[in-house]
Nanobody
């Protein structure tokens, strides 16, 4: 089992920045791919970014160039740096860990509004 706890969400003005963190515990290891998904009200959950065990990353087109995913394997933590935030980035953001199974965190709310 893997436990994931997200933090760092909040209210930010358009154009602002936030950094989300996801602390993993339990049977986590470096082979896990880590990711961030988000779900806005009345919309389907969508992939935001992934980082694979070798360090490769991929991003949704809507966030590429504004968001950066990174991981600190020593701390079992993955980050999502979000810059130039837009109102359409408002959503609950979920951390995931995938290897033989996929685990989900409880989510953290990000609201972009003036």
């Amino acid at each position: 089992q893997v436990q994931l706890v997200e933090s760092g969400g909040g209210l930010v003005q358009p154009g602002g920045s936030l950094r989300l963190s996801c602390a993993a515990s339990g049977s986590i290891n470096s082979r896990y791919a880590m990711g961030w998904f988000r779900q806005a009200p009345e919309k389907q959950r969508e992939l935001v970014a992934h980082i694979f065990s070798g360090g490769a990353t991929n991003y949704a087109d809507s966030v590429r160039g504004r968001f950066t995913i990174s991981r600190d394997s020593a701390k079992n933590t993955v980050y999502l740096q979000m810059n130039n935030l837009k109102p359409e980035d408002t959503a609950v953001y979920y951390c995931t860990a995938t290897w033989l199974s996929t685990y989900w965190g409880q989510g953290t709310q990000v609201t972009v509004s003036s």
